[in-house]
T-cell receptor, first 114, second 113 residues
């Protein structure tokens, strides 16, 4: 299957700082990328959908000013958690797809805010 | 809406036995369903999918059953192996909805040696 790479896999940041997570499709052009958040022992919750070159569409309850999503190219989307707080600590997962393909998932990023 | 589980139900099976994991989906408009396997600290891994015009699909050691009448999905794993131990999620989407996947609450599968 296609490869989606997330970076970093783990990050620890201080409360109040911002953290950027990258999601790359390595061997295909991703017209759509999705960002999920997963708390321990819970399911994946969709945060937003981003189409290349367009503004992201956020799910209800997700603050767009706090979780900045950029999808500037067909192979890269970034999620920036701004002014991070301990409650933002979570496992963030991206997925990417092209037209008429399934969604391929990244390996996830463990964010810890201290 | 999205499914959020407060805890993960656990299915414990003996190695070599068959496993059946169930999932109730929420949206009658969903027409495409996928089962994912997630190991600790990793992203979801595709197992098998099924479209709403089918009620059964088989893969290697896995079978997915779809009952649209009661909005129920199941994953059957034959001859369960220790490497099958993981959390399993079903996901639903409508093919014309830009493929937004909504995940079920998940089931933890523990395989006893």
């Amino acid at each position: 299957g296609a490869v989606v790479s997330q970076h970093p896999s783990r990050v620890i940041c201080k409360s109040g700082t911002s953290v950027k997570i990258e999601c790359r499709s390595l061997d295909f052009q991703a017209t759509t990328m999705f960002w999920y958040r997963q708390f321990p022992k819970q399911s994946l919750m969709l945060m937003a959908t981003s189409n290349e070159g367009s503004k992201a569409t956020y799910e209800q309850g997700v603050e767009k000013d706090k979780f900045l999503i950029n999808h500037a190219s067909l192979t890269l989307s970034t999620l920036t958690v701004t002014s991070a707080h301990p409650e933002d600590s979570s496992f963030y997962i991206c997925s990417a797809r092209s037209v008429n393909t399934e969604a391929f998932f990244g390996q996830g990023t463990r964010l810890t805010v201290v | 809406g999205e499914s959020v589980g407060l805890h993960l139900p656990t299915l414990s099976v003996q190695e070599g036995d068959n496993s059946i994991i169930n999932c109730a989906y929420s949206n009658s408009a969903s027409d495409y369903f996928i089962w994912y396997k997630q190991e600790s600290g990793k992203g979801p891994q595709f197992i098998i999918d099924i479209r709403s015009n089918m009620d059964k699909r088989q893969g290697q050691r896995v079978t997915v059953l779809l009952n649209k009448t009661v909005k129920h999905l199941s994953l059957q794993i034959a001859a369960t192996q220790p490497g099958d131990s993981a959390v399993y999620f079903c996901a639903e989407t409508a093919m014309d909805s830009s493929y937004k996947l909504i995940f079920g609450s998940g089931t933890r599968l523990l395989v006893r040696p």
